[in-house]
């Protein structure tokens, strides 16, 4: 499956997002997704997770109430909408496809290109 991650920019302090994920090559019905961010200088880090079902989400602590992902099999794409946002969200942002909705990179199988969002104080 190949991934397309879009949506990334230039938002100010306080400002919102929306990263969309699509899907080709095959269904994403099949596969947990996840949205994992790397900022310069440090290592890439866990944003948030969805089962394939849309039922089972997670997200790390410093997006909860913030960040919200969701999916639309249908479109075969997955979304982080990215409220309230700080300098600390600026980073590439990445999708990945795998086999279960959970932090450690090693799950996902399959990983889009990567979208910059950079967040001005």
């Known amino acids: 499956v190949q991934l397309q991650a879009s949506g990334g920019g230039l938002v100010q302090a306080g400002g919102s997002l929306r990263l969309s994920c699509a899907a080709s090559?095959?269904?994403?019905?099949?596969?947990?997704m996840g949205w994992f961010r790397q900022a310069p200088g440090e290592e890439r880090s866990f944003v948030a997770a969805?089962?394939?079902?849309?039922?089972?989400?997670f997200y790390a602590d410093s997006v909860k109430g913030r960040f919200t992902i969701s999916r639309d099999n249908g479109k075969n794409t997955v979304y982080l909408q990215m409220n309230r946002l700080t300098s600390e969200d600026t980073a590439v942002y990445y999708c990945?496809?795998?086999?279960?909705?959970?932090?450690?990179?090693?799950?996902?199988?399959?990983w889009g290109q990567g979208t910059l969002v950079t967040v001005s104080s």
């Open positions: 969805i089962d394939w079902s849309g039922r089972d989400i």
């Open positions: 090559g095959r269904t994403l019905a099949v596969y947990s």
């Open positions: 990945a496809a795998g086999v279960a909705a959970e932090q450690m990179a090693h799950y996902y199988n399959y």
